[in-house]
């Protein structure tokens, strides 16, 4: 799914050792898992689905590692997408993934204010309303307002990042590309052990 | 609310950074890799890279050193970065979004082959392909150019052009104008506009930046979304981060880090 090496060009900046994984082998070896990605709801579903990814994914979750999704990677948590066709996601944070309702232009790209709404150990020290870079055409609207840790103008507030309340983390903008602010939110990510709090 | 972008161009020649005045004279202007750093600690919104031997003369030799230079880049970036020259096929899209492109910028392939756009699209999404136009007035008249400025198309109408692009997936225009091109003298603000009431996708203006106030000229007076700039920035010692102070004091809506 999509640019991949961009995020992995961003953790290796960081001093981070990254590995992509095409197949599931040796997955459940890893601390910290990502899902970026461009592109389609139903392909990625399919993709994940018949790759094993799905079952892997719940697994590291299910151990309580932390877990990052981004921009569509955020999008597939949900219960379920509408994007071409209503597909299911893999239902990691309950709510639907819909077509932005704006009377903007769709898709939302470029640079746009992120306001937090909840503290959360991988937005540490990011300043609330600096901009970060969006490409999409859909969103992700939690059910439990619980779940909601930012959002961003765009004709309305659209919700721009998500958690499980455990060791989930999901943004639609793009941290990778996202200059300093961005990589921050990585490095924050990379430091983080998956629990709230202290 | 989205905000408006200062965009950096960097015209590259045989794997060096060059930029001249009304598409040609080319001047060395540096190393792309190094200038691209320096942007990115100068707070650029985006970068746009073109390759101006690669629509001449249908070469498509230096294909290598473009690639190689945006992987470089990718690793020291991290910011959108739009990418073009040359570019006639699906396959060369995907291959410069799979090296690190977020967009590619294609201009005499899309006006000669709209379906290319089209295609483009499909594979990597409108919002990945910025379209470029290059246009020379002549007796008055807009005419459209290919071929990096070599070829007036006065075949091609403007705003038909523009609308056609919209319509074929395009996610961006890149207007540029050949006349203004290094002069540093201002963006061909009428140009501009009548690009503008064409289409409801973000507009770049390129072409004639030399002081500050123009940026401003074409954001405000034109209501383009993005300026690029590249003369400007090259030549002297202003960067993105003082047209940016610049435009901040004037309310211009600039991303905030």
Not at chain 1, 154 to 168: E, H, Q, W
Not at chain 2, 11 to 20: D, E, S
Request: proline content about 4%.
């Amino acid at each position: 799914m999509g640019n991949i090496k961009s995020v992995c060009n961003a953790f290796e900046h960081l001093g981070e050792e990254v590995r992509t994984f095409e197949t599931i082998d040796g997955i459940e070896a890893c601390s910290h898992l990502i899902l970026p990605g461009v592109g389609a709801f139903p392909q990625a579903m399919a993709n994940l689905r018949e790759r094993g990814f799905v079952a892997a994914i719940r697994a590291h979750v299910a151990a309580a590692r932390p877990f990052l999704g981004i921009c569509l990677g955020m999008q597939v948590l949900a219960d379920e997408g509408e994007e071409i066709a209503p597909t299911k996601g893999i239902g990691l944070i309950s709510g639907r993934v819909r077509r932005l309702d704006v009377p903007l232009h769709i898709p939302h790209v470029g640079w746009n204010n992120v306001e937090w709404r909840r503290e959360h150990p991988v937005f540490n020290d990011v300043p609330c309303n600096v901009d970060f870079y969006f490409v999409h055409s859909y969103f992700f609207e939690p059910a439990d307002p619980a779940h909601l840790l930012a959002v961003t103008d765009y004709g309305r507030d659209i919700p721009c990042a998500l958690t499980d309340g455990g060791c989930v983390v999901a943004v639609q903008f793009h941290p990778e590309k996202s200059q300093e602010n961005g990589l921050r939110i990585l490095e924050n990510f990379a430091l983080w052990d998956g629990r709230l709090g202290c | 609310m989205l905000k408006s972008r200062i965009i950096p161009v960097l015209l590259l020649q045989n794997g060096r950074m060059v930029k001249g005045r009304k598409f040609s004279d080319f001047r060395d202007t540096g190393d792309p890799v190094s200038a691209s750093k320096v942007y990115n600690h100068q707070d650029a919104d985006e970068l746009v890279f073109i390759d101006i031997e690669a629509s001449r003369a249908g070469a498509r030799k230096n294909r290598d050193v473009l690639y190689r230079i945006i992987e470089k880049v990718s690793v020291v970036c991290f910011m959108p970065l739009c990418v073009g020259g040359g570019i006639n096929s699906v396959d060369d899209v995907v291959s410069l979004i799979r090296i690190g492109a977020d967009k590619v910028l294609i201009n005499t392939a899309a006006l000669e082959n709209p379906d290319l756009v089209h295609e483009a699209s499909l594979a990597v999404g409108s919002q990945s392909i910025v379209v470029g136009i290059d246009v020379k007035k002549i007796d008055g008249r807009y005419v459209v150019h290919t071929h990096c400025g070599q070829a007036p198309r006065p075949e091609l109408d403007l705003a038909s052009c523009v609308r056609l692009m919209e319509a074929s997936g395009a996610g961006e225009i890149l207007i540029n104008s050949i006349d203004r091109d290094g002069m540093m003298e201002g963006y061909d603000l009428e140009l501009l506009k009548q690009v503008r009431v064409q289409t409801d996708l973000p507009v770049i203006a390129c072409g004639g930046a030399g002081h500050f106030r123009h940026l401003y000229e074409a954001l405000i007076d034109a209501k383009v979304d993005a300026v690029a700039c590249a003369s400007m920035f090259h030549f002297g010692d202003n960067s993105p981060l003082r047209a940016k102070a610049f435009l901040k004091n004037k309310g211009v809506l600039l991303k905030k880090i």
